[in-house]
């Protein structure tokens, strides 16, 4: 699916184009266009590469999958690597954007819905003559603020699940929590990676070493570095205290099974000392002291009692029962 947006005064849509031609429709220096190809096959990205004379090599990190945030500056162009990351069944899954920024055209292309995409169009239509007025740059900058604002609610449910898990850990230790704060963790360990090389990314942008933008236009992309760093603080934050949640949870695993071990040690004391009293009165020899005696066996039982009695109450009182 191929859309186009050309901003001429007001902003206009086409659902579906040919890609032929379309550099042409750039007419004047206040036009800016901008087109979002989903799902590209191999003849629009050969038409794209010919139409925009973009190298092929850019156009195949596009085309493959799970490529390394980063970025490509050239004189007349600027090419860049760039995920939105969805929440999904409490997963977080990315979905990689390759964006082209020419002088007065954007190039989005990428494999299944973004839904930045569409909220961006909104934006754009909204902010019209602003657009307008600085370029494919603030155009850049409204798709780069849409993404990156798009990873404070996943980080916040990412947040909340973190401190659940805190709270089950005394309530309910066991492999279970552990497994969750270690799926936790490589969720958080993916975001990392993806958050790491796209600061670097806008780092470039922020030096001014894009001769493509004005200094008008980078100031914006300050602001979209700014929440980055935002964001990695906050990723390395949910990190330590996951990391502090899992030592707390074998802290309580070891300390439950410690309970029971000294359970199990006092409950064992208690029928070996009743087994050894039964076990000497029990010995078959001819000559027994009250071997005879009418009141034994209540004896023996009596004194068993007593026994397992006064070492449940020692135990009882040293909280190992």
Excluded: C
Aim: charged share 25%; proline share 4%; no cysteine.
């Amino acid at each position: 699916m191929i859309r186009i947006m050309l901003h001429n005064g007001m902003p206009t849509q086409t659902a579906e184009a040919p890609l032929d031609g379309l550099s042409g429709m750039l007419t004047s220096e206040t036009q800016l266009l901008w087109i979002d190809v989903e799902d590209p096959t191999d003849e629009e990205l050969l038409s794209i590469s010919s139409e925009f004379g973009i190298h092929p090599l850019m156009l195949e990190d596009v085309q493959q999958a799970h490529e390394r945030p980063k970025i490509e500056l050239h004189d007349d162009l600027v090419f860049l690597v760039f995920y939105a990351i969805d929440l999904l069944d409490g997963r977080l899954i990315p979905r990689e954007l390759g964006i082209f920024t020419g002088k007065r055209y954007m190039l989005t292309i990428h494999h299944g819905n973004v839904p930045e995409i569409d909220a961006v169009l909104k934006r754009w239509t909204k902010e019209a003559a602003m657009t307008g007025k600085h370029g494919s740059g603030l155009l850049l900058y409204a798709m780069l603020d849409e993404i990156v604002d798009g990873y404070f609610p996943v980080l916040d449910a990412v947040g909340d699940r973190a401190e659940d898990l805190e709270d089950e850990i005394f309530r309910t230790p066991g492999n279970t929590t552990q497994e969750e704060i270690f799926d936790l963790k490589k969720d958080l360990l993916a975001l990392r990676r993806v958050i790491g090389p796209e600061r670097d990314v806008l780092n470039v942008l922020v030096r001014r070493d894009a001769p493509l933008f004005t200094k008008q236009e980078i100031v914006y992309f300050q602001d979209v570095y700014d929440h980055l760093l935002r964001i990695a603080d906050a990723v390395d934050l949910y990190r330590d205290l996951l990391t502090s949640a899992l030592d707390a949870s074998m802290s309580m695993t070891s300390y439950h099974l410690n309970v029971t071990v000294k359970r199990m040690t006092s409950s064992s004391i208690i029928l070996m000392s009743m087994a050894l009293i039964s076990g000497i009165y029990g010995m078959n020899f001819a000559h027994m002291p009250e071997l005879d005696w009418a009141w034994g066996y209540g004896w023996a039982l009596g004194l068993m009692v007593a026994v397992g009695g006064g070492l449940a109450i020692f135990f009882k009182r040293i909280d190992w029962l």
